[in-house]
């Protein structure tokens, strides 16, 4: 199996659907599906979401750790800071 | 070879048997021994090809009963259900005791058929394959 | 202008409020203050390399928590308001919730004590701050899910006595011999066993069925509940992935002793999902996902994903999972018709699956279910028509490991039981499966001392000698309302007058008085 898939699954509310807008924005080869209620987005070996897309598109402030509300479930390495939250398999 | 703290390794029928890492001294009595059964013991019986019942049965039974009294009383009503029930001769098929072959003594008692505490009886009756063709 | 506070960021503000809380002690020993680190093996040579991935610190921790609670608990109410237990697609589906308060709730309970315990064992800060934060978690899922379930309690039977029911009930004691199993072991396997295994590599065959279940069949409570704790379980993946790269990294000896584990608690997981795998396919009217295809997508791809990370430190996928990848295509029909089979000794109904049902079932299982399983179901309806609702009368072996009955195949033939058996010290024991004898054969000590209900009853240690006895007194389960078959039952009846139904036809009436109890064992 050639491709590892990163994922991050999220609540289908108002506030996700930005967060599912700045994560494709940022990350070309991403792919999003959406199930009942939910918003499932992967991709091959990394995916990062970045504060600063996130508050253009939100138009505020906005902090990392605020997508802890409305995530479901994540699959990879989790690395975050003031600045990103980022998903990768090595 | 992994080095452990605590109790060492050892060897038991031939099979490698581990034992507990822990803070003190791991021993207990087995839940199930015998004695704790009020005088009865425990059996498990199978009859193969019949998956209508999902599991082994498991019975408890006095240990001086006979064979014979473990089937016509025990095993014969408990498998009941199944249609093929009516024809099975289950005297007449063939045995497994403890994964070994066995022919038993219908007229002696459990206990003298070799039959001890948690033992496991198979039965296969052939022609008698149960449902479907998928051992039901 | 507007002048931008300095404010720390967020590794250096996890920093001074977690790690440098802690101190090096000056009067006693650290092997006695943390006495169970180094009995299990494992070495850790610098405690300083623990990442915690979400740097969440106790102010930023009950900012969001909160916010999550006041949203969940106003969605509760609103439900309970406007009976939203009428909006489900059928009272069949209560049973999946039935089963989750008995067999799931009071294992996040069990989690709540299990990470205080731990929280308190690592000499790491960081380790013990995640700990604390889980063990909050843990209690708070236990808290929400009886929340959750509670409206149902007024509506439906089964969900009454659930604490009760889960120190005694025979089914019960697989989770509960799971989660005791764990509890009992050292700290660095309890997080093996829980984060690792349960919390990241199976979790999703637990959560996705029960929370995507019920969203698909419109119980907004629970689905509520579910979205609220998964934010909660991202939180204890990474924990979890965490746990077991920081152990394979610290020393190599620690490398087959977590292998071992791996072994040991793949298979305990996936036997405790063998309940899971029969909800998801036979309890929800409206379905989701076959328990095939959520084991394939789950466990083989992003399973396969994982163990291919950890290939780098030694690590190879678990033993024996060549056998639970067959048995995706058999396991939610066999534990279904083994519920079926002793259903007058649970607090949840069964019954046979409708022909559309078996229709999906023969589309996502196109090997299996054809050939071995519907015709099973029809000659069971067949049998209940003519006044035979089939009851198995007589206890099942369990295993004496994962403690389920010993209803499982070998892999390449679903005739034949995969039973295995051994002696030790001058005792029998009885196992499903080559996995849970080896489970035993590795600390036999653990083991020998299990409860097995199925025992317990014949040691006379249950209340009473006859089943029926064993079900009302020991159980609490309430003969004629919580078990046996589905149609005809209170819930059935009760499904029927909320949903306007005309009175019971004919052929109903018939199935009602046909519907016997079982004699006495």
Redesign the interface.
Same mark, same amino acid.
């Given at each position: 199996m050639s491709q590892q898939l990163v994922f991050i699954v999220f609540q289908d509310n108002d506030n996700a659907r930005y967060l599912a807008d700045a994560i494709m924005a940022d990350n070309p080869h991403a792919e999003m599906q959406h199930q009942p209620a939910m918003i499932r987005i992967q991709a091959d070996k990394r995916l990062v979401i970045n504060r600063e897309t996130m508050e253009e598109e939100l138009g505020r402030d906005w902090d990392v750790q605020e997508m802890l509300i409305d995530v479901i479930s994540i699959g990879g390495n989790v690395d975050e800071d003031d600045d990103h939250f980022i998903l990768e398999w090595n | 070879m992994?080095?452990?703290?605590?109790p060492v390794t050892h060897k038991?029928?031939k099979?490698?048997? =581990?034992?507990?890492? $822990?803070?003190y001294d791991?021993? %207990?009595?087995?839940? !199930?021994?015998v004695e704790? %059964?009020?005088g009865?013991q425990?059996v498990?019986v199978?009859w193969a @090809?019949h998956? =209508? %019942?999902? $599991?082994?049965?498991?019975?408890?039974v006095k240990p001086d009963m006979s064979f014979r009294a473990l089937i016509d009383d025990v095993l014969k009503p $408990?498998v009941a $259900?199944h249609p093929q029930s009516v024809k099975a001769d289950f005297l007449e098929a063939q045995w497994e005791l403890? @994964?070994e072959s066995f022919t038993p003594n219908a007229d002696a008692s459990l206990v003298d058929n070799g039959i !001890?505490?948690?033992? =496991?009886l198979v039965v296969t009756t052939p022609g008698l394959d @149960?449902?479907?063709n998928? @051992?039901? | 202008m507007a002048v931008k506070n300095k404010k720390l960021n967020l590794k250096d503000k996890y920093q001074y409020l977690t790690r440098d809380m802690a101190w090096e002690p000056t009067y006693q020993k650290k092997e006695d203050i943390y006495p169970d680190e180094s009995f299990e093996g494992i070495k850790i040579v610098d405690w300083s390399q623990w990442e915690d991935p979400f740097r969440l610190t106790m102010d930023a921790y009950w900012k969001y928590q909160a916010e999550k609670e006041k949203k969940l608990y106003a969605i509760f109410d609103a439900f309970a308001q406007n009976n939203g237990h009428q909006n489900i697609t059928d009272a069949r589906y209560v049973n999946a919730l039935k089963l989750f308060l008995t067999a799931v709730s009071p294992l996040e309970h069990a989690a709540f004590q299990g990470y205080s315990k731990v929280g308190r064992q690592f000499s790491g800060a960081g380790a013990r701050v995640a700990c604390q934060m889980q063990a909050i978690d843990e209690l708070r899922h236990s808290q929400t899910q009886q929340h959750a379930m509670s409206h149902y309690n007024k509506h439906f039977n089964g969900l009454h006595d659930a604490a009760h029911m889960y120190d005694r009930v025979w089914f019960l004691s697989v989770p509960k011999s799971f989660f005791d199993d764990a509890r009992t072991a050292g700290p660095f396997e309890f997080l093996t066993a829980i984060s690792f295994s349960f919390e990241y590599v199976l979790t999703n065959l637990l959560f996705v069925p029960f929370m995507s279940g019920a969203a698909y069949n419109n119980d907004m409570a629970t689905v509520t509940f579910g979205f609220s704790a998964q934010s909660d379980e991202a939180r204890h993946m990474t924990l979890g992935l965490e746990v077991i790269k920081f152990i394979l990294e610290q020393h190599e000896d620690n490398v087959p002793i977590v292998q071992r584990w791996i072994d040991k608690w793949f298979w305990r997981g996936f036997r405790l999902l063998s309940l899971v795998s029969m909800m998801m396919d036979y309890m929800l009217p409206k379905k989701v996902m076959s328990w095939a295809e959520a084991w394939e997508v789950y466990y083989e791809q992003n399973g396969g994903a994982l163990f291919k990370d950890l290939e780098r430190y030694g690590i190879r996928p678990p033993k024996y999972e060549d056998v639970a990848n067959e048995a995706k295509h058999h396991l939610s029909h066999q534990l279904w018709t083994t519920f079926y089979q002793y259903c007058q000794a649970t607090n949840f109904h069964t019954w046979i699956p409708t022909e559309e049902e078996m229709d999906w079932m023969s589309e996502k299982y196109p090997d299996t279910f054809d050939k071995y399983y519907r015709p099973r179901y029809e000659f069971l309806a067949k049998e209940h028509a003519e006044g035979r609702r089939y009851y198995n009368n007589t206890l099942p072996q369990l295993c004496q490991v994962c403690q389920v009955p010993t209803l499982f195949t070998e892999k390449g033939d679903a005739t034949k039981l995969s039973h295995r058996q051994i002696e030790h010290e001058g005792e029998r024991y009885h196992f499903c499966s080559e996995g849970c004898c080896d489970i035993f054969k590795d600390e036999p000590e653990k083991y020998v001392q299990a409860w097995l209900p199925v025992h317990q009853i014949y040691q006379g240690n249950c209340e009473g000698g006859d089943l029926e006895t064993v079900v009302q007194n020991y159980y609490h389960i309430n003969i004629g309302e919580d078990n046996f078959e589905y149609v005809g039952s209170p819930d059935h009846k009760r499904w029927q007058f909320i949903k306007g139904m005309a009175p019971q036809q004919k052929g109903d009436d018939q199935a009602e008085k046909t519907v016997q109890k079982p004699n006495a064992a």
């Open positions: - | 992994l080095k452990r703290a605590g038991n029928n099979v490698m048997i =581990m034992s507990v890492n $822990a803070l791991y021993k %207990f009595e087995p839940r !199930d021994k704790n %059964f009020n009865m425990l498990y199978q @090809g998956l =209508m %019942f999902c $599991a082994p049965l498991a019975l408890l $408990a $259900a403890n @994964g !001890d505490h948690k033992s =496991m @149960g449902m479907f998928t @051992g039901y | -």
